[in-house]
Every structure is written in structure tokens, then in C-alpha cells.
């Protein structure tokens, strides 16, 4: 059964820090990863899906990575700012799943002024 | 873009009654899903249906159920709430064929406290 693991679990850093967000995974034989932004009391936002053959994706100041051979990824935040405070989930979906996602306990950040 | 609504953001009801939980989506998806979402325990499967009428459970179905009646409609119901079942609830919906490529789109939540 996967399992998905996201270290830290909280992280408090000054306004302009580019900041690492991991995610692990037991089981390799992924389909996609999809990285979230929960803001509370709210919904989950997509930031970024990658596929299994990929092993990046951007979106403005934020880039994904994948790395299925270790069973990680990261999510690199660039420049952050005080906006960008929320909870990162990251959700993995593998072939025994049925293409159902399982999802880490997040990272909340908060990035102070 | 794809648009799922859940129709309460916001719910308060008392132990014992029955409660319907709405979810639609705009975008032909053929999957929808329904979590529950708990500090310390994450997001948590209760059911999900790959088609019209048809449902599958998920890692916590016990006290609930659900009913698909149209593709853009996926309904969570508790038959009779309990305290336990305080939480926050959300929907998501994907393409059947091509939820690798395309992912998984959440609703903004319903909260839920059961008093």
C-alpha cells in the first residue's frame, strides 16, 4: 500500500526565502504526483501535476520534481512571500490504487513578513 | 476551468438527523470522490463512484452513503449524524480516461459540526 510522507511539517521562514517542500513515497511504480495548496477552512488547489515521465514542472515562481527511482519530490518555492502561506499537500497516484490518490499529511508554511 | 461546487460551506446539525451533502461538477468528469479531512489524520476516503449509479467504498464508509443519480452530481449522505462525524468534507472529481494526465479537482469544502 503507498504511502506518502511530507517533511516538514511546518515551516516558518522571513518574506524573499526560496524554500524546499519534500514528499515521499514508498511505492515507485507511480502514474502522477499532483502538489495542493490549502489555505484553512478551505478547498484544495492544484499547483502542479506531474506525470510519471516527467520529471519537472513550473509555474512561476513554483517548480515540482520527481524522482521515481527514490521515491521523492520536491516543491520549490522561489522568493517567497507572505501570500504564499497555506498547507502544501502532495497526493500520489499508483497502478495497485486504482488511479485513487493518496495524499501526505501537508507541510504548513507560513512566511512572515 | 473546471468547477466543483460543493453546495454548503458551512452546516450545523444535531445528532440523530439525516444529512445531504452536495456535490456538481461542470466538466463531463466521469469519477467523483468524496473525503473527510481531520487534523493529525489528513484526508480520508469515504466513497467514490466511477459512473452513474455506480459507487465504491472507500477507507472509511461506515455511518455514510452515497447517490449518483446524474454524471455531474455525487451526493454524500449521513443517515444519522453523530458527534464523530464533525469534520470537513470535500469533493473531487477527475476524467476517467485521462486523470493521469489532467489530476484530481477538489471542491472548497463543506464544514460540518454535528451538535
Excluded at chain 2, 489528513?42 to 446524474?70: N, Q
Aim: aromatic share 10%; charged share 20%.
Amino acid at each position: 500500500k503507498q504511502e506518502v510522507t511530507q517533511i516538514p511539517a511546518a515551516l516558518s521562514v522571513p518574506e524573499g526565502e526560496n524554500l524546499v517542500l519534500n514528499c515521499s513515497f514508498t511505492d515507485s511504480a507511480i502514474y502522477n504526483l499532483q502538489w495542493f495548496r490549502q489555505d484553512p477552512g478551505k478547498g484544495l488547489t492544484s499547483l502542479l501535476l506531474i506525470q510519471s515521465s516527467q520529471r519537472e514542472q513550473t509555474s512561476g515562481r513554483l517548480n515540482a520534481s520527481l524522482d521515481k527511482s527514490s521515491g521523492r519530490s520536491t516543491l520549490y518555492i522561489a522568493a517567497s512571500q507572505p501570500g504564499d502561506s497555506a498547507t502544501y499537500l502532495c497526493a500520489v497516484s499508483t497502478s495497485g490504487g486504482s488511479y485513487i490518490p493518496t495524499f501526505g499529511r501537508g507541510t504548513s508554511l507560513i512566511v512572515h513578513p | 476551468d473546471v468547477k466543483v461546487t460543493q453546495s454548503s460551506r458551512y452546516l450545523v446539525k444535531r445528532t440523530g438527523e439525516k444529512v445531504f451533502l452536495e456535490c456538481v461538477q461542470d466538466m463531463d468528469h466521469e469519477n467523483m470522490f468524496w473525503y473527510r479531512q481531520d487534523p493529525g489524520l489528513g484526508l480520508r476516503l469515504i466513497y467514490f463512484s466511477y459512473d452513474v449509479k455506480m459507487k465504491e467504498k472507500g477507507d472509511i464508509p461506515e455511518g455514510y452513503s452515497v447517490s449518483r443519480e446524474k454524471k455531474e452530481r455525487f451526493s454524500l449522505i449521513l443517515e444519522s449524524a453523530s458527534t464523530n462525524q464533525t469534520s470537513m468534507y470535500l469533493c473531487a472529481s477527475s476524467f476517467m480516461s485521462y486523470p493521469l494526465k489532467y489530476g484530481y479537482t477538489f471542491g472548497s469544502g463543506t464544514r460540518l459540526t454535528v451538535v
